[in-house]
T-cell receptor
């Protein structure tokens, strides 16, 4: 079993839709949770970071962590074609390595 | 801008050859991590260097090795290349907060034929 599981998609939505991206994890030691966005042929860029359980909002993006169910979510409101990318969830124990999910490919159609 | 620069951006090698990938980061980033991202997969941790010493390693064989230099540049070396080594190799500089936040370079795409 992978430590971080993520549905690879692809997920296709119309412009303006609310997007929900999800991951599950198995390691109870994970304390830090991140979402990265990766455009084609580019390196991942950090989008949001959350510590432990709870919500964090940044503009159109909301990250949510439920440690009781080991569930990580990213919500994108008013999605735009420029949001089309691969979204990677990631978890970290505070040690030296970050564990990534496989990424979900998102397409936002104009 | 992440302040992390990688070279080359693309390269093609044949099986059995050796390759060196390079990374430079902004002054003051004394930790560097390397990740391998196969097509359709998330990045996988190879190793981390802190002040020129390897201080963490993922599940990669010894033919993957690295160096970090006093000027904060680093190298990833892969010997005896195999077809499965074809991937995007990413260099990352941690945010320094101990949270796992990483600032990645654009990567070096390696194709092994």
């Amino acid at each position: 079993q992978k430590e971080v599981e993520q549905d690879p998609g692809p997920l296709s939505v119309p412009e303006g839709a609310i997007v929900s991206l999800n991951c599950t994890y198995s390691n109870s030691a994970f304390q830090y949770f991140m979402w990265y966005r990766q455009y084609s042929r580019k390196g991942p860029e950090l989008l949001m970071y959350t510590y432990s359980s709870g919500n964090k909002e940044d503009g159109r993006f909301t990250a949510q962590v439920d440690k009781s169910s080991k569930y990580i979510s990213l919500f994108i409101r008013d999605s735009q074609p420029s949001d089309s990318a691969t979204y990677l969830c990631a978890s970290h124990t505070g040690g030296f390595k970050t564990i990534f999910g496989a990424g979900t490919r998102l397409f936002v159609k104009a | 801008e992440t302040g992390v620069t990688q070279s080359p951006t693309h390269l093609i090698k044949t099986r059995g050859q050796q390759v060196t990938l390079r990374c430079s980061s902004q002054s003051g980033h004394n930790t560097v991590s390397w990740y391998q991202q196969a097509l359709g997969q998330g990045p996988q941790f190879i190793f981390q260097y802190y002040r020129e010493e390897e201080n963490g390693r993922g599940n990669f064989p010894p033919r993957f090795s690295g160096l970090q230099f006093p000027n904060y540049s680093s190298e990833l070396n892969v010997n005896a290349l195999e077809l499965d080594d074809s991937a995007l190799y990413l260099c990352a500089s941690p945010a320094g907060t101990g949270t796992g936040e990483l600032f990645f370079g654009e990567g070096s795409r390696l194709t092994v034929l």
